[in-house]
């Protein structure tokens, strides 16, 4: 069902829910003190480091980082979107989910929905054609020299486009409403239509062709199993060999994994996935018993791409060529990679021959060695550190200095954790240099992310804060930034939500902001006010989608620096700061404006 589920529906289902028995459910827990423990179910542990507060309704494992609401637990367990998960708890309540719609949400929703209804429709002719069609020799002869099974073409739904301008037009856009859906899914294109000629017989033939013609059609199915697309392999001499389908409605190329979907319909369990770089590679990989392979749909890896396949397991695994192509786009996919690299997850690089690609190379050594290769891939952090020291001389003071220069600014991305802290002590080891010593190095100097003080350190009027018996706080950890003022202050807010009444400050500077996080304490802040009842994990449920989520999460659990009796008054403090830099910031632009519009004016008047 289409629509917004309505957040007052979501913090009502959190209060019926007991986090406790959603786990239980599916991991026996047992109580320890306060809270219940077990063996973590998202990585491999023999000593019990996952933990379930009932009080506070959130769970978290020391071990790996996985952590958050009853929500969250369904999403990572069950490996499901965020919608599933909240039908899911629904049905165990007995309610149902309601969603709210615009009249804007409405129609895109119907228009969305006659998009997926063509290209299923579509789908169905193309299936049709690869076993029917007069001249589907010519594309089946090209699957069985490809070693393509009929039981691997069915369950990947391959089909067959045949030559000619309108085969799907005339198929499936039997009327003008159909014709506009199928435009808008891309499955046709529209004409360069001659307005001076007036003539409008013939429409179907005058407006539009299709856009795949004589080519192996590969479905692109969405988490749901929906045709959303289609990619299409060229059957003669015409340019591109291979075609995707235009972005759409309901089509973001940038986010999409072609082979996910049968991945897991495919029953087997898996663990990691391998990332390669085309349809028929999956495929390939497929007919060789492989069945955990993606591909991504003629883009770069990008962080959405990592943020789906890492929902589904704890290690990816990337494939390329060895050669100097190769090598970039691996180190481009590392790029990306490491904001991601949370405790508990594994990302592999493998190479393969010069020249050969997923398809040729299992062929040629067969499925027992390729798994073996894939067994024995670099991991990131091999990769890494040949990479950055390839043309660098580490015996030399000066190629050390080289090097730390250039893995420090990789190493401050990795979320903080056991592997940031192990890619420091490697590097340390490569420099002979102490990881305390590194670690002062790593912080001086770092970017900032907003321009407010360090507030890891007691601003002026908190100096009591000594004596009401807090800690110095340490130096901030290897792998992350220092937190932003925002984080800092959204921190506060989720453990005593209480807090956001007392405040008197307008806040209304705040609704310029367009950094997330101040977007996000906004937000927060406001929740809190129209119920001063909301609770820790009425807020994180509402954090849980974002992209601060994980950081929230794992703040949560860290050791709390300001005592109990001074969190409103840092929190308050925090707040200012906050909104003296978003007002300073409009009147430093407000006065450019001036200035700019001043230095203009006597120009118009010449």
Known sequence: MAGL???????????????????????????????????????????????????????????????????????????????????????????????????????????????????????????????????????????????????????????????????????????DKLQQSLLKAGLIIERNQDKSSGDAKDSNERHYYDRFRERIIFPIRDSRGRTIAFGGRVLNDEKPKYLNSPETAVFHKGSELYGLYEAKKSGEKFSKLLLVEGYMDVIALAQMGIRNAVATLGTATSARHLTRMFRQVSEVIFCFDGDDAGSAAAWRALETTLPLMEDGRQVKFLFLPSGADPDSHVRAIGTDKFLAELDAADPLEEFFFEKLSRDLDVNSIEGKARLSNLAKKYIRQIPRGVYAQLMLDRLSSTLGVSSESLDQLLTTNEPKQEPTPNLDIPPPHHANRQAQGSRKPASVRPGVYRKSASLKAIELLLRNPEIAVSITQDLEPLRTAEDEGRKLLLALIEMVKKDPNTETFTLLGYCYGTSLGNQLTQLLTDEKITPQEGVEEEFLHILDNILSDIVKKLELLQLKDELKSRVSAPKEQN
């Open 5 to 175: 589920i309505p957040q007052s529906f979501i913090d009502d289902l959190l209060h019926r829910t007991d986090i406790v028995e959603v786990i239980d459910k599916r991991v026996p827990l047992k109580k320890q003190g306060n809270n219940y423990t077990a063996c973590c179910p998202f990585h491999q542990e023999k000593t019990p480091s996952f933990s379930v507060n009932q009080d506070r309704q959130f769970y978290y494992c020391f071990g790996c980082g996985a952590g958050g609401n009853a929500i969250g637990f369904v999403m990572n367990f069950e490996q499901t979107e965020f919608p599933e998960a909240v039908e899911t708890l629904a049905r165990d309540a007995g309610v149902e989910v309601p969603r709210e719609e615009t009249k804007a949400q409405q129609r895109k929703s119907s228009e969305n929905s006659k998009i997926i209804e063509v290209l299923e429709l579509a789908s169905k002719y193309y299936q049709y054609q690869l076993r029917h069609h007069g001249d589907k020799n010519k594309a089946v002869a090209y699957l069985k020299d490809r070693g393509v099974s009929g039981e691997i073409a069915r369950d990947f739904g391959l089909g067959f486009a045949p030559s000619g301008w309108d085969n799907v037009l005339n198929a499936v856009g039997t009327d």
